[in-house]
């Protein structure tokens, strides 16, 4: 039965609830371990840390329960062993704290490796051993620290230099627009693709260091550097290398016009059209000294972009997988199509034998047709096609660098004989994030949901939050990236990768505080959709909830204002109403300016709380009192009293009423009944939103305590649904609920549907950042166990630790367990489901309904029973509940 009445639920929740708290007299068990998954500026050792203060992360690790960090002590310094050269100190710092922390010791000089290593004491006051020790690398503070010019005149470019005594230290700081590829002594130096990461680049280009002392030798060296189009479109490089030699002397080779230029093989590389690469044109051993240069010309000095030089401070684009197709079919004589079985993005890595001059190409497409020919008309104007002529020298490898499709098929044409198991493999490229979360449950139909979901996302993580993978689009569309922002955020570490995004977007920001709804932003100018816009806001603050980054809040607040404040002139009678896109590719429309209002008050209110928590307390109360005015306005203008409803009453417009509690009194319980009556009757258990709807929808369900039917919207199988789209071949989710293959607007790889994924976590395995706090310093899981549901389980590796909830359920019992990361502390509400007089043992020990019992388990502080379910209170560690009964 579906329950339709909200205000039952909370009845429920408020009454029988039989506190009893559990004794803290035990004292935690084992000793504190080294922490781990240390990190600076979110990263992993980073090369190019171009940030004066930097911040440090850890995560303490403990064999014992209820845990927290004490104090900790830091050392950074200058020697590898982090001994020596000591610029800062912590000392035992008495703090609970390990994200964020700030450097605080002498000014870090640009261009320099420095070591740390950190310790932690429990909260019993004992000491774990020092972490291992880990480094980063300064960037170039200053502009004036580049030596070189910007550079071009072919896609070739190389430049021989000798080093005198032996190598202490060497780096290479490298902008190569639009992409590079850096070679030195014949060797491809590091594992970047499609590098740098797209910027506006008239406001600021990215570079990479890297540390190339692997790559050198005494003597002469060479290095050689590849120049594609990219996004840039022109080609131009700044460059500079520095060398450190054991007497002390410093060698810096720059980008200048003693560099030699020649065009190579690469003889066209476009994004969307593809690369040509003749192989005939090779010159062996271009990029290693002794090289001939006759018919290479001087490097001319080009007009670079203007924008600052920043280090590239995120995870880079790799070659993330390596995926052998399932299948190769010949449709035609002589065309050969491989399908990879699943959607990416990416290219082919080729293997071939035959004679100089054959030319093979490969097309890429999503889609085949009956015949198993490749369907390529929802590309639009995007060629997808490869081509690599052959030098004709026994076995060749090609695989292209400069340009990057959306793929489950490759066709080949033009093959020498007949291609083997080993001819094709596909590339995975997207920027490395590392996937940090994990969904499974019992239902297939959710597990096939949430792998689609995490393909589409990170095969969309291209340096930007991509629309598509596949058409002549693939740009930062900011409605796409706030719509799955929060999905993102539980499946992926985004850290980097939005703190960047970030400040791309205050990258385009003008004087009068509009942006765009792509960033960075190509075709023509308007302001954004307000419900695109209010990507910077919305990311802004799940940087915060989700990482506790208050800098972001700090650095940003300036231009959301300004954001905010080009918004609030846009404004008639207070509500926002210019719109584009609205509640995008829905089923049933809703009026654009519902949508526009909605995000409006959003913005505003998320600035009063981020002027609060800068302790900006005039404006904070100035936006809080504005947003109550927008939210009047709101209800004014959009209830229907003849609906009850709001707008034009469809599911949109009411689960956005619902969502940010626009609607007051009885309009809440009217429009919740409007919306569960269109869900569940008029569309029997169908959504009709579109990118907007769909993410409120599902929480509006849950909030309202109908997680039964918000579950079966997410489990749905026919039109429209997540599960149609599976049902109809889809390994990533489509841009479209419906069944499009032409050449109309329907990418077969578009994340923004993928909206759901959060609620998966949230509701379904329960994990969910407690109001109370951020950065799940406080966790709520509060799984719910829906319908036919018997097991779900979710992991996510938040900053502080891994979180934990896998429960299952039997007709007698519920079994839930938990890990809390140390210094955290959890909130977990196991339900009932429909057992009665129950029991709750944790482990082997009876802890509820046992008073002797009762505390004899550390780690717990309280347990409380209402008619639902039990709720404890836990501090850090790995449990196992299990809840019998009748
Ligand atoms: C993109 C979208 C984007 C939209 C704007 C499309 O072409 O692919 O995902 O948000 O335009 O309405």
């Given at each position: 039965m579906i329950n339709q009445d909200p205000v039952s639920l909370v009845v429920l929740t408020g009454i029988l609830v039989?506190?009893?708290?559990?004794?803290?007299?035990?004292?935690?068990?084992?000793?504190?371990?080294?922490?781990?998954?240390?990190?600076?500026?979110?990263?992993?050792?980073?090369?190019?840390?171009?940030?004066?203060?930097?911040?440090?992360?850890?995560?303490?690790?403990?064999?014992?329960?209820?845990?927290?960090?004490?104090?900790?002590?830091?050392?950074?310094?200058?020697?590898?062993?982090?001994?020596?050269?000591?610029?800062?100190?912590?000392?035992?710092?008495?703090?609970?704290?390990?994200?964020?922390?700030?450097?605080?010791?002498?000014?870090?000089?640009?261009?320099?490796?420095?070591?740390?290593?950190?310790?932690?004491?429990?909260?019993?006051?004992?000491?774990?051993?020092?972490?291992r020790i880990q480094s980063f690398d300064t960037g170039l503070f200053e502009q004036s620290d580049w030596k070189g010019i910007w550079i071009g005149g072919a896609n070739q470019l190389r430049k021989e230099f000798s080093i005198e005594g032996e190598i202490t230290r060497a780096r290479a700081y490298i902008c190569g627009l639009g992409y590079y590829?850096?070679?030195?002594?014949?060797?491809?130096?590091?594992?970047?693709?499609?590098?740098?990461?797209?910027?506006?680049?008239?406001?600021?280009?990215?570079?990479?260091?890297?540390?190339?002392?692997?790559?050198?030798?005494?003597?002469?060296?060479?290095?050689?550097?590849?120049?594609?189009?990219?996004?840039?479109?022109?080609?131009?490089?700044?460059?500079?290398?520095?060398i450190e030699t054991a007497d002390g002397k410093k060698l810096v080779v720059a980008g200048n016009k003693s560099w030699k230029v020649k065009n190579g093989p690469i003889t066209e590389d476009s994004i969307y059209n593809g690369e040509t690469?003749?192989?005939?044109?090779?010159?062996?051993?271009?990029?290693?000294?002794?090289?001939?240069?006759?018919?290479?010309?001087?490097a001319e000095a080009v007009e670079g972009p203007k924008g600052v030089r920043s280090a590239q401070m995120m995870p880079p684009i790799q070659i993330v997988d390596s995926l052998v197709p399932v299948k190769m079919n010949l449709p035609q004589p002589g065309v050969f199509v491989f399908d990879l079985g699943q959607n990416v993005s990416g290219w082919a890595l080729l293997r071939v034998a035959g004679p100089s001059g054959t030319t093979v190409k490969m097309r890429f497409a999503e889609l085949v047709y009956a015949d198993g020919m490749i369907n390529q008309e929802n590309l639009r104007s995007a060629r997808a096609e490869d081509v690599y002529i052959l030098k004709g020298e026994g076995e060749e490898v090609y695989e292209p660098r400069f340009t990057y499709h959306g793929f489950r098929y490759v066709e080949v044409t033009g093959y020498p004989g007949v291609p083997t198991a080993e001819t094709i493999r596909g590339r995975v490229?997207?920027?490395?994030?590392?996937?940090?979360?994990?969904?499974?449950?019992?239902?297939?139909?959710?597990?096939?949901?949430?792998?689609?979901?995490?393909?589409?996302?990170?095969?969309?993580?291209?340096?930007?939050?991509?629309d598509c993978a596949q058409r002549d689009e693939r740009m930062g569309w900011l409605g796409d990236a706030q719509g799955t922002a929060e999905e993102a955020l539980y499946n992926f570490d985004m850290a980097a990768f939005y703190t960047n995004f970030l400040r791309d977007i205050r990258d385009v920001q003008d004087e009068k505080g509009q942006i765009t709804d792509t960033v960075p932003h190509l075709w023509g100018f308007r302001p954004a959709d307000p419900a695109w816009g209010t990507a910077y806001p919305l990311l802004a603050w799940y940087m915060y909830q989700y990482y506790g980054d208050t800098r972001i809040l700090e650095e940003h607040y300036d231009g959301l204002k300004r954001y905010i404040g080009f918004l609030n002139g846009k404004a008639e009678n207070g509500l926002v109403r210019y719109s584009y896109?609205?509640?995008?590719?829905?089923?049933?429309?809703t009026p654009g300016e519902i949508v526009s209002s909605f995000y409006h008050y959003y913005d505003v209110k998320i600035l009063a709380d981020i002027a609060s928590i800068l302790g900006k307390d005039a404006e904070a109360k100035e936006y809080a009192g504005q947003a109550?005015?927008?939210?009047?306005?709101?209800?004014?203008?959009?209830?229907?009293?003849?609906?009850?409803?709001?707008?034009?009453?469809?599911?949109?417009?009411?689960?956005?009423?619902?969502?940010?509690?626009?609607?007051?009194?009885?309009?809440?319980?009217?429009?919740?009944?409007?919306?569960?009556?269109?869900?569940?009757?008029?569309?029997?258990s169908h959504l009709t939103t579109g990118i907007i709807g769909t993410k409120y929808i599902m929480e509006v369900l849950t909030k309202f305590g109908n997680s039964d039917l918000a579950y079966d919207l997410a489990a749905q199988k026919t039109y429209p649904s997540w599960g149609y789209m599976i049902e109809n071949g889809a390994t990533t989710l489509w841009e479209l609920w419906q069944k499009r293959e032409g050449p109309s607007m329907n990418s077969h790889n578009h994340p923004m549907f993928g909206s759901v994924g959060s609620w998966l976590y949230k509701a379904l395995a329960g994990i969910n950042l407690d109001p109370s706090s951020v950065g799940f310093e406080k966790i709520k899981i509060e799984p719910r166990m829906v319908r036919d549901l018997t097991?779900?389980?979710?992991?996510?590796?938040?900053?502080?630790?891994?979180?934990?909830?896998?429960?299952?359920?039997?007709?007698?019992?519920?079994?839930?367990?938990?890990?809390?990361?140390?210094?955290?502390?959890?909130?977990?509400?196991?339900?009932?489901?429909?057992?009665?007089?129950?029991?709750?043992?944790?482990?082997?020990?009876?802890?509820?309904?046992?008073?002797?019992?009762a505390d004899a388990v550390p780690g717990l502080k309280s347990i409380a029973e209402n008619a639902s379910a039990l709720t404890i209170k836990a501090g850090s560690g790995r449990y196992v509940f299990c809840l019998a009964g009748e």
């Amino acid at each position: 039965m579906i329950n339709q009445d909200p205000v039952s639920l909370v009845v429920l929740t408020g009454i029988l609830v039989l506190g009893a708290v559990v004794g803290r007299k035990f004292a935690s068990t084992g000793s504190p371990l080294p922490p781990s998954n240390l990190r600076c500026e979110y990263l992993t050792n980073p090369l190019g840390v171009d940030v004066r203060l930097p911040r440090f992360y850890w995560v303490p690790n403990h064999e014992g329960r209820g845990q927290t960090q004490s104090a900790y002590r830091i050392i950074v310094a200058t020697s590898p062993d982090a001994a020596r050269g000591v610029v800062w100190d912590s000392g035992k710092t008495k703090s609970d704290r390990f994200t964020h922390i700030v450097y605080a010791g002498q000014p870090l000089v640009g261009g320099s490796t420095y070591y740390w290593k950190v310790r932690w004491w429990d909260k019993d006051g004992s000491a774990g051993p020092w972490s291992r020790i880990q480094s980063f690398d300064t960037g170039l503070f200053e502009q004036s620290d580049w030596k070189g010019i910007w550079i071009g005149g072919a896609n070739q470019l190389r430049k021989e230099f000798s080093i005198e005594g032996e190598i202490t230290r060497a780096r290479a700081y490298i902008c190569g627009l639009g992409y590079y590829e850096l070679r030195i002594n014949g060797r491809k130096v590091g594992m970047k693709v499609l590098d740098p990461g797209w910027t506006t680049y008239d406001k600021r280009v990215l570079y990479a260091v890297y540390d190339i002392g692997p790559y050198l030798k005494a003597g002469v060296n060479a290095a050689g550097v590849l120049l594609g189009h990219g996004w840039f479109k022109e080609r131009a490089l700044l460059l500079q290398i520095v060398i450190e030699t054991a007497d002390g002397k410093k060698l810096v080779v720059a980008g200048n016009k003693s560099w030699k230029v020649k065009n190579g093989p690469i003889t066209e590389d476009s994004i969307y059209n593809g690369e040509t690469y003749d192989a005939r044109l090779e010159m062996k051993g271009w990029d290693s000294p002794g090289f001939k240069t006759p018919g290479w010309k001087a490097a001319e000095a080009v007009e670079g972009p203007k924008g600052v030089r920043s280090a590239q401070m995120m995870p880079p684009i790799q070659i993330v997988d390596s995926l052998v197709p399932v299948k190769m079919n010949l449709p035609q004589p002589g065309v050969f199509v491989f399908d990879l079985g699943q959607n990416v993005s990416g290219w082919a890595l080729l293997r071939v034998a035959g004679p100089s001059g054959t030319t093979v190409k490969m097309r890429f497409a999503e889609l085949v047709y009956a015949d198993g020919m490749i369907n390529q008309e929802n590309l639009r104007s995007a060629r997808a096609e490869d081509v690599y002529i052959l030098k004709g020298e026994g076995e060749e490898v090609y695989e292209p660098r400069f340009t990057y499709h959306g793929f489950r098929y490759v066709e080949v044409t033009g093959y020498p004989g007949v291609p083997t198991a080993e001819t094709i493999r596909g590339r995975v490229v997207h920027s490395a994030v590392r996937q940090i979360g994990s969904f499974v449950s019992s239902n297939p139909a959710l597990n096939g949901l949430q792998k689609n979901i995490t393909w589409g996302q990170k095969t969309n993580l291209h340096s930007v939050p991509t629309d598509c993978a596949q058409r002549d689009e693939r740009m930062g569309w900011l409605g796409d990236a706030q719509g799955t922002a929060e999905e993102a955020l539980y499946n992926f570490d985004m850290a980097a990768f939005y703190t960047n995004f970030l400040r791309d977007i205050r990258d385009v920001q003008d004087e009068k505080g509009q942006i765009t709804d792509t960033v960075p932003h190509l075709w023509g100018f308007r302001p954004a959709d307000p419900a695109w816009g209010t990507a910077y806001p919305l990311l802004a603050w799940y940087m915060y909830q989700y990482y506790g980054d208050t800098r972001i809040l700090e650095e940003h607040y300036d231009g959301l204002k300004r954001y905010i404040g080009f918004l609030n002139g846009k404004a008639e009678n207070g509500l926002v109403r210019y719109s584009y896109y609205g509640d995008w590719v829905a089923v049933e429309k809703t009026p654009g300016e519902i949508v526009s209002s909605f995000y409006h008050y959003y913005d505003v209110k998320i600035l009063a709380d981020i002027a609060s928590i800068l302790g900006k307390d005039a404006e904070a109360k100035e936006y809080a009192g504005q947003a109550e005015e927008v939210k009047k306005a709101f209800h004014a203008a959009y209830f229907d009293p003849k609906t009850k409803g709001y707008a034009n009453n469809t599911q949109t417009a009411n689960a956005l009423a619902l969502f940010l509690e626009l609607a007051p009194g009885d309009a809440r319980g009217s429009a919740w009944q409007n919306l569960f009556e269109d869900v569940a009757y008029k569309h029997d258990s169908h959504l009709t939103t579109g990118i907007i709807g769909t993410k409120y929808i599902m929480e509006v369900l849950t909030k309202f305590g109908n997680s039964d039917l918000a579950y079966d919207l997410a489990a749905q199988k026919t039109y429209p649904s997540w599960g149609y789209m599976i049902e109809n071949g889809a390994t990533t989710l489509w841009e479209l609920w419906q069944k499009r293959e032409g050449p109309s607007m329907n990418s077969h790889n578009h994340p923004m549907f993928g909206s759901v994924g959060s609620w998966l976590y949230k509701a379904l395995a329960g994990i969910n950042l407690d109001p109370s706090s951020v950065g799940f310093e406080k966790i709520k899981i509060e799984p719910r166990m829906v319908r036919d549901l018997t097991h779900a389980a979710g992991s996510v590796e938040t900053l502080r630790g891994r979180v934990v909830c896998s429960w299952s359920h039997s007709s007698n019992r519920v079994t839930l367990e938990s890990i809390v990361p140390v210094g955290s502390e959890a909130e977990i509400v196991i339900p009932k489901f429909k057992l009665r007089n129950v029991v709750l043992r944790e482990g082997e020990t009876l802890i509820w309904r046992a008073r002797a019992a009762a505390d004899a388990v550390p780690g717990l502080k309280s347990i409380a029973e209402n008619a639902s379910a039990l709720t404890i209170k836990a501090g850090s560690g790995r449990y196992v509940f299990c809840l019998a009964g009748e």
